[in-house]
């Protein structure tokens, strides 16, 4: 495709937005490479996170996979020409809630990769914000920060030739005035909405995000500003939407990496920690996650609790059943296993599987209109059977100190494959 096909310098200010995404009020997954997978965000989606960010994929490595639909756990895949194994996938249940991060340095590239998965997911999210030198050295992330003609560029390109909605998420610049105007600038572009993680780009997870700077952000925009860092509870959320309020909705990371219940109301009565880590296992074994990648998310989810028994039991497994001894689900495991395709949860299965394009599969829409949270019919009863239906009856809430560890890795779609 030649450049000037797709690029277009207009600006476009008509702000209409996909019928079915409405960034106001709001509780949003941030994007997590490695833990973002489709258990997580599903888990999300259970407690009641309203939309779920899939992890950053780099522009390329999205455009050169293959649409597959996998029968064995129904859901469509984009699996690596190279290798087969899988780079991004998505399922009924997140139809109309999921957002699909690219991590780009170039307008053409970013919509190619975009093109390849909108029609499985709701928007579409430029990573403005990753600082590892991965992403700044290509020029993607927080590079773009300091390149605003690019990100415009992509941006502009994006939001003129996609059916769906684009936003970025950025962090702040050195200085208020100079946020405000790369804000605006992307604005300016068409977007729907502005992720802002109020921290500076050299600024590391130990440094506290500074929501005063939503004020003046939101007093600029007309466009939804959705705030980002240190959410670590649902209190804290509660009291930031109702008493400061300087924001349309809130996104948050390590606060539901730890406990994805983050997202229950309040008033909810809230899972037990064994509980909710159960649930993510099964979900995600059910999904045929690889084991590498169940294990890093579940070793990121305990890594608060303190609990020295789990994390030293965590360490030492080599396989999903140790996973499930050592949250005793043992039976269930046994249960389920005859059930599993043949070298399920590893690379090996991927690396197997015969890769079949399919680009005419789709789910079938979901009831109600908004899209997302609907299980197709059968798939409630399957979903009960591997135990991973809505959340249990709750006994104790659990409340994740702020300001804890976590820190920001980008660039991924490998986390299936658990590099
Ligand atoms: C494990 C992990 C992976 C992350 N991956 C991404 C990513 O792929 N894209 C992105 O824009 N931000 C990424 N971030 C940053 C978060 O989306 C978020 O901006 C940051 O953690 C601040 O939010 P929090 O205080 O709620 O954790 C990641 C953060 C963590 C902890």
Redesign the pocket.
């Known amino acids: 495709m030649e450049n000037d096909e797709v690029i277009s310098r207009e600006t476009n200010r008509d702000h209409a937005t996909y019928p079915d995404v409405d960034y106001r009020g709001k509780l949003i997954l ?7 997978n489709l258990a997580m965000r599903l888990e999300c989606l259970s407690y009641g996170a309203d939309l779920v960010y899939g ?2 994929i780099i522009d390329r490595r999205i455009s050169s996979t293959v649409r597959t639909y996998n029968d064995a756990y129904n859901t469509v895949e984009y699996r690596s020409r190279k290798d087969g194994t899988f780079v991004f996938s998505t399922n009924r249940e997140e139809r109309g809630k999921v957002v699909f ?1 690219l991590g780009t340095a170039d307008a053409t590239q970013a919509l190619l990769g975009a093109q390849k998965v909108v029609q499985d997911v709701c928007a579409v999210d430029v ?1 403005m ?2 600082p590892k030198s991965f992403s700044v050295k290509g020029g993607m992330g927080a590079a773009l920060l300091s390149t605003p003609l690019v990100a415009t560029d992509i941006l502009k390109t994006l939001r003129r030739n996609l059916p769906c909605p684009v936003t970025c ?1 950025i962090r702040l610049l050195d200085t208020m005035q100079k946020t405000i105007d790369f804000a605006l600038s992307c604005e300016d572009c068409g977007i729907a909405a502005i992720a802002v ?1 109020a ?1 500076e780009k050299h600024e590391r ?1 130990a440094h506290a ?1 500074r929501w005063d700077s939503f004020r003046p952000l939101k007093e600029s925009l007309s466009i939804p500003l959705i705030a ?5 509870t649902r209190r804290s959320a509660d009291k930031f939407r109702k008493e400061v309020g300087w924001a349309d909705s809130l ?5 539901a ?1 730890w406990n994805p219940a983050i997202f229950l109301p309040e008033e909810a009565d809230a899972p037990t920690r064994l509980e909710v880590i159960q649930k993510y296992i099964r979900r995600a074994i059910t999904l045929g996650h690889v084991f590498q990648n169940i294990k890093y998310t579940v070793l ?1 989810m305990i890594s608060q609790d303190g609990n020295l028994q789990w994390n030293e039991a965590m360490q030492a497994t080599r396989s999903p059943r140790d996973i499930c001894d050592v949250f005793d689900l043992a039976e269930w495991y046994s249960a389920i296993s005859p059930s599993l395709p043949q070298a399920a949860c590893t690379l090996q299965y991927y690396r197997a599987r015969e890769i079949v394009e399919d680009n005419a599969f789709t789910f079938a829409a979901p009831a109600g209109g908004g899209g997302g949270g609907c299980v197709a019919e059968g798939e409630e009863q399957q979903q009960k059977e591997n135990g991973v239906e809505g959340h249990p009856v709750k006994r104790r809430r659990l409340d994740v100190d702020a300001g804890v560890d ?5 660039a ?1 779609g490998a986390s299936e494959n658990g590099t």
């Open positions: 941030a994007p997590m490479v490695h833990a973002g992890e950053e991060q990573n914000g990753c998420k993680h921290r997870p995000a980002n860092g240190d959410f670590m996104m948050i990371a390590r606060g990496l990121q976590g820190d920001e890795v980008c991924g």
